[in-house]
């Protein structure tokens, strides 16, 4: 059978409020250069053939252009405006793809996802039609409940991250649905359609950029190999 095209759509859409930034948080430089070159980067490393969609805010379209000469970032890859939500960003981004092929959606803000974890995204959702990227809790984990709270069995829980890779057809049809209040990744909107969910390994450093403290992390990370 012939081999599906592969496509990423890296979302960054959104304004990064609870960075409490100046610019948007996928702007912000880590070791040097901002985060989501950092990100673009890392499926390029994975195959450079892929047709990479990176989904912008549509104020910062312009400015990502001008971010893009400064740092002299020519790696090809197609820009689209963002939605007010993730939902929305993912589904102006799923837009572009053409036809069967599978879809990896990674967050602008995990520059440190590494190319094994990109690599066995693919090769599961290639045999299951769906994969997701997760990791086991390091903590304990308690449920908030109606007076207070309890332990509940960590051991249950996985920790979900992106990449989190579908077959299109899976990825539109789901994506063809209205938002809801739920939804918090791809896998809630796919899973909510009937399919099933294919869990994959993730990495502890492939962090999401979203509180100040993140950044001491990311450039921790940024010098350090994995
Ligand atoms: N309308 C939106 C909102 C979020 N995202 C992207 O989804 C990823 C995960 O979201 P989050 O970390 O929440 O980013 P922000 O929405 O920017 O942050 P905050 O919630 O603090 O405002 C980020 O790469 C973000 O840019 C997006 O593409 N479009
Ligand atoms: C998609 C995600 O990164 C998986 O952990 C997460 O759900 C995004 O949440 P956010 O509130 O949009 O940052």
């Not at 948007?24 to 980067?41: C, D, N, R, S």
């Not at 992106?162 to 899976?170: G, L, V, W």
């Not at 962090?207 to 403290?213: D, F, H, Y």
């Amino acid at each position: 059978m012939a081999k599906l095209p592969k496509y990423a759509i890296i979302v960054a859409g959104g304004s990064g409020s609870r960075m409490q930034a100046a610019i948007p948080k996928q702007f912000l430089e880590v070791a040097g250069k901002p985060i989501l070159m950092h990100t673009i980067e890392q499926f390029y490393k994975y195959n450079p053939q892929i047709r990479i969609v990176v989904v912008l805010p549509q104020q910062q379209l312009d400015a990502w252009r001008k971010l893009c000469q400064k740092h002299q970032f020519k790696l090809f890859h197609m820009t689209v405006p963002g939605g007010d939500t993730r939902f929305g960003s993912v589904k102006n981004g799923l837009d572009t793809v053409f036809g069967e092929a599978l879809v990896a959606v990674h967050d602008g803000v995990r520059p440190f996802v590494e190319v094994k974890t990109i690599e066995a995204a693919f090769e599961a959702a290639e045999k299951d039609g769906s994969a997701v990227v997760a990791v086991s809790p390091k903590d304990s984990i308690r449920e908030l409940t109606d007076d207070g709270s309890r332990a509940v069995p960590r051991a249950k829980y996985k920790l979900v991250q992106t990449p989190q890779c579908f077959r299109a057809s899976i990825l539109r049809k789901a994506y063809e649905q209205p938002e809801q209040e739920h939804f918090t990744d791809d896998a809630s909107v796919v899973e909510s359609i009937g399919e099933a969910i294919t869990l994959v390994e993730g990495s502890y450093r492939n962090i999401k950029i979203t509180t100040p403290e993140d950044l001491i992390l990311a450039e921790a990370f940024a010098g350090s190999q994995p």
